[in-house]
Every structure is written in C-alpha cells, then in structure tokens.
C-alpha cells in the first residue's frame, strides 16, 4: 500500500498544473516554429497551378506530391546557360569547398589548440587573445582586404582561395583549446615528456586519440560556415558563373524569378517560381542535414566540452 502511494504522489507531481502549462506553452511554441518550416518544406511539393488555384489546403498540404517535385527539379536543372545544370554545378562547388575548408580547419585547429592548451611558450596569451579577437571579427570586415590580396595573385573567380580562406577557423582553435584544457590532464602530459616522447609524439598518440568530439565539432560548425558563408564567395567567384557557390546561386534564382524581378525573367527562358526556389533551398540544405547527422553522436558529446564536473 505504501509503494502504491508513492507512486501516486510521484505522479501527481510529475504532472502537476505547473508542469502541464509549461509542457502546453513549450508546445505551443514549438508549434509556431513548425508551422512555417512545414509549410516551406510542402511548398517545394507544390505546382505553380495548384498555388495559383488556391486550392491545395491548409499549408498546400493537399497539392503535395512527388510528382510535382520532379516537374520542379526538371525546370531547376535547365535554368543556367548553355542547356542548363548550373544548379548542380553549384551544389559541386559548394560541397568541394565545404569538405576541403573544414579538413583544412581540422588540420590547423587541433595543433593550434593543443599548443596554446598544453605547451609552454612566450606569448602564449597574446595569442590566445588575438585567437579570440579573430573569432568575433565579422567576416565582412575582412571582404575587402581580402578580395585585394586574392587579385593581386590572379585568383578572382577560382574555388582555391575560397577553401583555404574558409579553412582559417579561428572558433575552431578555440574550441581545441577549450577541448584540450579539460580533457586532457596536465599529469598525462608531463608523464608522457618524462617518458622521453616529444611533443609531436605527445600530439600524435596522446592528444589526438581523445580528441574526436572536438574533431567532430570543428569539422560540422566549418562545414556549416563554409557552405552559408554569402559575402566572400559572392566578392570572390562572381567574375565566374560556373565557379560560383550555392548560397550565392540561390540568391540568383530569387533575383531571376519573375515574383521578385520580372524585369530580369522576361529576358530567361527558363522561369522559376515558388516552386523551383522552395525546392531549390531545400536541396541546398540537404548536405546539412547529412553532415549534422553523420556526426550527431560526437556533436552530443561534444557538447560538455568546457564543462567542469561537479
């Protein structure tokens, strides 16, 4: 009988008034969040005749099909000169940047971390310090600059610049550093240097081992910078329409669809509208969605990177 009023108590006050408001405004919440990113994800499955009817129900849920969206991606791919397939070029490009600035921001950020964590040397705060100066500087500060500096060595319009640029990661050395700081005890270190191995070796078969949550999280929030990063690779690749990025090619759909510029439409064979953008973005998303969930599971770990146990 005792055991029975317990858990009665129990589970009176796990769903209490108080909690039952809260659960409901949460979920309230959460559904005016939903609500719109449904709606964007269904408009992509859409027709442009459906839309225009106004017949597709609440959220255009009742014109959804796979049909539409391959009617979509037909139109898509012929938007572009010469036959089109401009948009999957540009999804090439994006992708090839992405993974090759987050390897090289891997490659810089874990012994930059390491060596401002664990290694002794002057001017070890200053540039501590410059790391963080540079990790809040606004991107758009340095597009000129580096626009100037990227002309002078004749690299306007490739994807090289771009993916070395975009591997300089500054958050990335932070968050090593931070990884480094708390992960790895300062005993493990020094016993490894009285063992006689140096620091590289130290690098290479100690640090480097533990350090899979903080490779996890340089690697996906470098990838994620890279592939939304809108100004530098629009000061960079616009002299060169087949070097261009996504995020600067979804700009150009909108500026070349007859809702939102029809000055320039009327001149297009090809024209897009609501439709073609809706599913355009999506699939520029989806390399997102594949990156974060190939690495949710160190994500998740990573998370208590800089915590202290209590």
Known sequence: MTTTRNFVVVGTERWSPGRVGRVLTMSVIALMFALPIIGFVAMAF??????????????????????NAIDS????MKFGPGGGGIFAQWMKNSIIVGVASAALAVAAALPAGYALARLR??????????????????????????FLEVNAVGAIGQL?????????????????YIHFMTTMPAEIVEAARIDGLGEISIFLRVALPI???????????SFVASWTNFFLPLALLTSNQD?????VGIQELIGASPLFNATVAA??????????????????????????LGAQRYLVRGQTIGAVKG
């Open 46 to 67: 859409r027709s442009q005749a459906g839309i225009e009817a106004g017949t597709d129900g609440f959220l255009g849920l009742g014109g959804v099909s796979f049909g």
């Open 73 to 76: 991606l037909d139109e898509l």
């Open 121 to 146: 040397f002057r001017a070890r705060k200053p540039w501590l310090i410059a790391t963080l100066l540079a990790m809040v500087m606004p991107n758009t500060v340095l597009v000129i600059p580096i």
């Open 160 to 176: 090289w610049p771009v993916a070395i640029l975009m591997g300089f990661f500054p958050f990335g050395v932070y968050l090593s």
């Open 211 to 221: 350090s899979k949550q903080a490779t996890a999280l340089v690697a996906f929030f």
């Open 243 to 247: 070097n261009k990025l996504i995020s």
């Open 267 to 292: 001149g297009l064979d090809v024209k897009l509208y609501m439709p073609h953008l809706a599913l355009a973005t999506f699939i520029s998303m989806i390399p997102l969605l594949l990156m974060f």
